[in-house]
């Protein structure tokens, strides 16, 4: 069953296998911002859109000091041939046991033609380099997602520190 997570909260820990079947962890990216992008399918129009986005600011993405994790329900083998057909070096999970889907409160019903299923809804979080949740997308429309994205991570560079008394 599907949680909701909110702004401030810890993210759930995870430890994912990625396209070549070692694992990523929570604790990978400590020290950096992350980026996790939650996404149905891998080589679907709307994902790969998805994808291409966030690599083509990758290097502003990097530059920001934020990490980019795609994760899906696709296999490692699935993810080594979305990244090889569209040119990804972006880091992808597999999530087949769909445990960190549901940790993250994405793995949720959807229906399609009065037809009820179980499914990822597209949805991003920004992790901040302590763990902690510092923007949800629920629900993404991919046109300018991964700008509207870089921005907040740039946002969290510019945060003024609290004022020392």
């Known amino acids: 069953m599907s949680h909701t997570l909110a702004v401030g909260d810890a993210a759930p820990v995870f430890s994912l296998p990625d396209h070549t079947g070692n694992p990523l962890t929570l604790g990978s990216f400590a020290g950096n911002a992350l980026v996790i992008y939650f996404y149905p399918k891998d080589d679907t129009a709307g994902c790969t859109q998805e994808a291409n986005a966030f690599q083509a600011h990758a290097a502003a993405f990097e530059a920001a000091g934020a990490a980019i994790l795609g994760i899906s329900p696709d296999s490692p083998a699935s993810h080594v041939k979305f990244k090889t057909k569209h040119g990804l070096s ?4 597999s999530d087949e046991a769909k445990a960190t889907l ?3 409160g994405v793995w949720t019903e959807k229906s399609m033609y009065g037809r009820k299923y179980m499914g990822v809804e ?8 302590d763990g902690t ?3 949800i997308w629920p629900k993404v429309k991919v ?3 991964a700008e509207a994205v870089l921005a907040a991570v740039k946002t969290l560079q510019t945060t003024p520190a609290e004022p020392k008394t």
Do not use: Q
């Open 90 to 93: 972006l880091a992808l999970a």
């Open 102 to 104: 549901e940790a993250y």
């Open 122 to 129: 597209r949805t991003t979080m920004l992790i901040k380099p």
């Open 133 to 135: 949740i510092a923007a």
């Open 143 to 145: 046109a300018g997602h």
